[in-house]
């Protein structure tokens, strides 16, 4: 099966600062990419489809300007949260769009702001 | 290594017939399972949810069933119905909900 990897895994850092995480397709290549932040026991959030070569489209209510994406490879999608403050700490998950419709999902990144 | 396996990438079902969708998982810690149910270019929508100390829940026309000695759960939607179309992806997870591993989901087409 396909592989999504996502890196860190866990980041704790302080108010005020900004947090870089990297998701990728180890085994094959995604010209589309999801990102998502889990809420404790239920629901995913679409926060935004990241295209590579293009501008990310953002959900509605969805801060681009605070969550940076760059979809620099076809293997390659970054979400960058800027200057986190502790109501970002959350679970973000990517995930990557392998031809046509099937779509697997990275480990995720627990992201704690202090 | 997927922790989480939907083996078959795509079902086609007759409307009025039962649908059944299945997800087999490696990790016997995994406590709590969830389905989410995916049309395209929306995020997953939370379908259905059962904690290993249950093996059947119901809502619906939707009802989930845990077997833990195969680590095995299925999702079983009757009677189906053409908007049921969709990919239809399992999660699971350890304590209680907290990070959840999902399956590569299972395309479902409810023929009319």
């Known amino acids: 099966g396909a592989v999504v990897s996502q890196h860190p895994s866990r980041v704790i850092c302080k108010s005020g600062t900004s947090v870089k995480i990297e998701c990728r397709s180890l085994?094959?290549?995604?010209?589309?990419m999801f990102w998502y932040r889990q809420f404790p026991k239920k629901s995913l959030m679409l926060m935004a489809t990241?295209?590579?070569?293009?501008?990310?489209?953002?959900e509605q209510g969805v801060e681009k300007d605070k969550f940076l994406i760059n979809h620099a490879s076809l293997t390659l999608s970054t979400l960058t949260v800027t200057s986190a403050h502790p109501e970002d700490s959350s679970f973000y998950i990517c995930?990557?769009?392998?031809?046509?419709?099937?779509?697997?999902f990275g480990p995720g990144t627990r992201l704690t702001v202090t | 290594d997927q922790q989480v396996k939907q083996n078959s990438p795509s079902l086609s079902v007759q409307e009025g017939r039962i649908s059944i969708l299945n997800c087999d998982y490696t990790?016997?810690?995994?406590?709590?399972f969830l389905w989410y149910k995916k049309y395209p270019a929306e995020g997953p929508t939370f379908l259905i949810s059962?904690?290993?100390?249950?093996d059947k829940n119901e809502d619906g026309r939707f009802t989930v069933f845990l077997n833990k000695s195969a680590k095995h759960l299925s999702l079983h939607i009757v009677p189906s119905q053409p908007g049921d179309s969709a990919v239809y992806f399992c999660?699971?997870?350890?304590?209680?909900?907290?990070?959840?591993?999902f399956g590569p989901g299972t395309r479902l087409s409810v023929l009319p």
């Open positions: 059962i904690s290993s100390i249950k």
């Open positions: 990790n016997s810690m995994f406590d709590y």
């Open positions: 990241s295209n590579e070569g293009s501008k990310a489209t953002y």
């Open positions: 995930s990557a769009l392998k031809q046509p419709y099937e779509q697997y």
């Open positions: 999660a699971a997870s350890e304590n209680y909900g907290q990070n959840f591993v």
């Open positions: 085994d094959f290549q995604a010209t589309t």
